[in-house]
T-cell receptor, first 116, second 114 residues
């Protein structure tokens, strides 16, 4: 069964450093997302990406965050200058157009980001 | 602003019995509702969805009921199995939006005891 792949599974970084979280979505999917879950809290929407541009972003997704789909397969989330409160599990997801309401997204296993 | 609420952080049931997980929402624009299951160290996995024009959707042991007037939905698992032990998230979306953003609840940890 096709899956969404995320790397690395765990990243530790120092406050103020830049991190790039990588994702390989399912190949025929058109919508791409990043969500995050701070420990013990709900899964929160960060950003959606469609047709090579951001279609929606949340309040969390400020100027420190950016996304790219540089080569047609990878989908990356960059945090320019990490803060302690960025520590969370970051999930990438992808979906086929319109299929979300019937089959949901396919999520990756997540990258646990720890900012120290 | 919790648009999707799961008020029970945990639920414990015996194997073979029914598990009922509840979810409430506040946003009237939501027209599709989804349930996800999440095991530790894994991403959420889609279980079942329901459209706001229906009041019930069934898939094997899983049934979702929607009470639109009460803005309430529930997931029934019958019979419950130990492998069902996981965190269950309720999510909602407005299909009229162009990007199918999901709004999640905080989740309910289900423990099914053998």
């Amino acid at each position: 069964e096709p899956e969404v792949t995320q790397t690395p599974s765990h990243q530790v970084t120092q406050m103020g450093q830049e991190v790039i979280l990588r994702c390989v979505p399912i190949s025929n999917h058109l919508y791409f997302y990043w969500y995050r879950q701070i420990l013990g809290q709900k899964v929160e929407f960060l950003v959606s990406f469609y047709n090579n541009e951001i279609s929606e972003k949340s309040e969390i997704f400020d100027d420190q965050f950016s996304v790219e789909r540089p080569d047609g397969s990878n989908f990356t989330l960059k945090i320019r200058s990490t803060k302690l409160e960025d520590s969370a599990m970051y999930f990438c997801a992808s979906s086929q157009q319109g299929a979300v309401v019937y089959y949901g997204y396919t999520f990756g296993s997540g990258t646990r980001l720890t900012v120290v | 602003d919790q648009q999707v609420k799961q008020n029970s952080p945990s639920l414990s049931v015996q194997e073979g019995r029914i598990s009922i997980l509840n979810c409430d929402y506040t946003n009237s624009m939501f027209d599709y509702f989804l349930w996800y299951k999440k095991y530790p160290a894994e991403g959420p996995t889609f279980l079942i969805s329901i459209s706001s024009i229906k009041d019930k959707n069934e898939d094997g042991r899983f049934t979702v009921f929607l009470n639109k007037s009460a803005k309430h939905l529930s997931l029934h698992i019958v019979p419950s199995q130990p492998g069902d032990s996981a965190v269950y998230f309720c999510a909602a979306t407005n299909s009229g939006g162009s990007n199918y953003k999901l709004t999640f609840g905080k989740g309910t940890l289900l423990t099914v005891n053998p």
